[in-house]
């Protein structure tokens, strides 16, 4: 039976993102996991016990982390949470230094994970249009793509040494949501995935 850790990364802000569709996601996922016979645990990073983290990094077999893009990243207290679990888990639990050596220090920086045995799934809510990634004609984003602008998370979970999943991204939540239709999209995607 596979063991999934659920990270919900939403920030709480009264009336303009209060978490409603974070946990849309959430509860899409963990229906569609247990469904196929998976436990299923969460977390939320506006209330957490740093140890009790560490020991369901260790438990789990793979980890969703859900978030609200803020200003094209984290908000700050998912931030947060990523960093006081993962400086925690340095020195033997998540990691065991950043890979490299004295006698090498260029050799493949961001090797030293312990989590190599288990796998990550980034998903995302974005108020931006799916059109804004991959065109180049477009302003903000120059042409790059879900996974560039998703490279600083990644790179934390990656240092760790976990898996990448494929990424899952719902767009224009905002002023053009099509929620129920990201959601069973994201429920096809999960159970194909995990």
Not at 59 to 80: C, E, H, T
Request: net charge negative; proline share 4%; charged share 25%.
């Amino acid at each position: 039976m596979k063991k999934i850790l659920i990270i919900n990364g939403h920030q709480f802000y009264p009336v303009v993102a209060e978490g409603k569709l974070t946990r849309s996601f959430i509860e899409t996922a963990t229906q569609t996991l247990e469904r196929k016979g998976y436990q299923v645990k969460t977390s939320e990073v506006e209330n957490y016990d740093v140890a009790d983290e560490l020991e369901k990094f260790q438990w789990a077999d793979a980890v969703i982390f859900q978030f609200p893009s803020n200003w094209m990243g984290l908000a700050w207290k998912a931030k947060r949470y990523i960093d006081d679990v993962f400086n925690a888990g340095r020195g033997g639990v998540l990691c065991v230094s950043d890979g490299r050596s004295r006698s090498n220090p260029d050799a493949q920086y961001g090797t030293g994970g312990l989590m190599g045995d288990k796998q990550y799934m980034l998903s995302a809510t974005f108020n931006m249009p799916k059109a804004s990634l991959d065109d180049p004609n477009q302003y903000l984003f120059e042409g790059k793509g879900l996974d560039d602008l998703l490279l600083p998370i990644h790179a934390n979970f990656r240092y760790i040494g976990m898996q990448k999943l494929p990424s899952f991204a719902s767009y224009d939540v905002l002023k053009n949501p099509d929620i129920a239709q990201d959601l069973q999209d994201f429920a096809e995607h999960v159970a194909k995935h995990i």
